[in-house]
């Protein structure tokens, strides 16, 4: 019976994203003021959403900017001094045919941590069938890197393993397993074990692990939490193009902003949480391309909704999709994003789980699944109703001289006018976050002016792009029993110069 019903959920928000925009389309030909009525009340909802969005910006960036001012070490040992030198961490970092130059960076930056590297344990996950570089990376990795942590470990999942996707997730629970039997041998308690796993291309700060490590020692309950630092696309931001790096930057800002709202926080990408919870939850799933956001619901179900996310305001620095070319980039980065917004395929799963869930308060469950659908739904369909806005007044030259159409372009025009805002806040925290441009040159500036003018023009076919369209692919694919069995791996560029510094100023 779960099943029958899961897969109505597969269909019904690909239905309801498809039948919106064909209604939508439908209206301004043939009932213009209906559709203007519809439209107007849009704008209001999106303008309101806007001004909050900027506001819940504004509130993260400023935490950001004083969280990240602090020296955690020294409030580690002020706070926690009888307690954090029991526990260690344990960083998987999963790879298949990275070129091991963006291995050893981020294994550097692991390296040159602001902790006591004899409390990590980190570990390269390969795929075995990258029977050609795997071996040998290694090798490598290990006559370089054994002796500067605690503990250094390699793992190879195994191809042919049946049930699973070819993706990030059975690589990451293959290697928590073989490590979870290697701590099992040292004897460490699975309480002072907390778990960071990050892509090929991150680079974590500093003092992130110091940071996590008091955010743990911090928490009553740490079980029953994940740590989600902030992801910053920032590693070759000025190497990849204007589209892209708007996309990438737009991707940061909305964590920022996630993290000030906790009930909408969601795992994402680099994450931590503590080895109990993982041994309690089998580790990540293998059965999705999207282990990231699925592991917050599985947490949440196993633990009887007692699961929540715990913003880490020291980031973790990752690249910016850069392909061969400028059509191969933006490929990659439409990719990217189709594998993102997979994340839909959750909808079903937390339908199936909620449904005659008596371990769950009703409106508890009942309100994250609404939460959950609304913000796939909106992601597909609101640069629809905002690109075709202006179809009526277009189409219809007569509307203009009724009341509904004469107000129509005026109101709609106010209400797009001002949701501007959010822009300029958008790119002037962007201008204070993005590291300054290598070699601040006449060019260097002129470059930036030209993206200053050119980002509103921009940023409306970016969203379409890489927002909604992506996720009206993935959506559709659930909805014809058509899911990714295979993770798309981005294209990474190694970018020389160790872990990148944001501007503080």
Excluded at 169 to 193: C, H, L, M, S
Excluded at 239 to 244: E, M
Excluded at 278 to 287: C, E, G, I, R
Excluded at 403 to 418: C, H, Q, R
Aim: charged fraction near 20%.
């Amino acid at each position: 019976m779960i099943e029958r019903y899961s897969r109505t959920w597969e269909i019904v928000p690909g239905v309801l994203v498809w039948l919106t925009i064909i209604i939508l389309i439908w209206l301004a030909l043939f009932q213009p003021i209906a559709f203007a009525v519809i439209i107007l009340c849009y704008a209001i909802y999106w303008l309101i959403k806007i001004l909050m969005i900027a506001t819940f910006l504004i509130a993260g960036f400023t935490r950001y900017r004083k969280e990240r001012k602090i020296d955690w070490l020294k409030r580690l040992e002020t706070d926690f001094s009888d307690h954090y030198p029991d526990l260690y961490h344990l960083v998987i970092v999963p790879t298949y045919k990275e070129d091991i130059s963006i291995l050893r960076h981020t294994l550097e930056a692991l390296r040159t941590s602001n902790y006591d590297h004899q409390k990590i344990i980190a570990v390269v996950a390969f795929e075995g069938r990258d029977k050609l570089m795997a071996p040998e990376y290694a090798r490598v990795l290990t006559h370089e890197y054994e002796h500067k942590f605690g503990h250094f470990l390699t793992t190879t999942h195994p191809s042919d393993i049946p049930g699973e996707v070819k993706g990030k997730g059975p690589n990451i629970t293959w290697a928590g397993r073989r490590a979870k039997e290697f701590i099992d041998q040292k004897g460490y308690r699975y309480e002072d074990v907390i778990v960071t796993t990050l892509d090929a291309d991150n680079r974590v700060n500093k003092d992130y692990l110091a940071n996590l490590t008091w955010a743990y020692c911090n928490d009553p309950d740490p079980i029953h939490k994940s740590y989600q630092p902030i992801p910053m696309f920032f590693n070759n931001i000025w190497k990849v193009p204007l589209a892209v790096k708007l996309t990438t930057i737009g991707s940061t800002f909305w964590q920022m902003t996630q993290a000030m709202r906790p009930y909408y926080a969601r795992n994402f990408s680099a994450q931590a949480q503590g080895l109990a919870a993982l041994v309690k939850t089998d580790f990540w799933s293998v059965q999705t391309v999207v282990e990231d956001g699925h592991q917050y619901w599985r947490s949440y179900f196993a633990f009887k909704g007692n699961h929540y996310v715990v913003p880490i305001f020291v980031p973790v620095y990752m690249d910016a999709v850069q392909g061969d070319n400028l059509t191969d980039t933006l490929r990659e980065q439409y990719l990217q994003r189709r594998r993102w917004y997979w994340g839909a395929s959750d909808i079903p799963y937390v339908y199936s789980k909620s449904r005659g869930n008596k371990d769950i308060p009703f409106v508890h469950k009942w309100l994250q699944f609404v939460r959950l659908a609304e913000s796939h739904y909106t992601l597909a369909t609101q640069t629809f109703f905002l690109s075709l806005g202006w179809l009526p007044v277009v189409l219809h030259n007569d509307l203009r001289s009724t009341m509904i159409g004469y107000n129509f372009s005026i109101l709609l025009n106010y209400a797009i006018s001002s949701a501007w805002i959010g822009t300029v806040v958008t790119m002037l925290i962007a201008s204070l976050l993005v590291p300054p441009r290598p070699g601040k040159t006449i060019s260097y500036r002129l470059t930036l002016l030209k993206e200053w003018i050119l980002a509103p023009l921009v940023l409306p076919i970016s969203g379409m792009l890489f927002g909604s369209l992506p996720s009206i692919d993935s959506q559709t694919r659930m909805m014809l029993n058509k899911p990714f069995t295979v993770f798309n791996v981005t294209k990474k560029a190694a970018i020389p110069g160790g872990v990148v510094r944001e501007s503080l100023n």
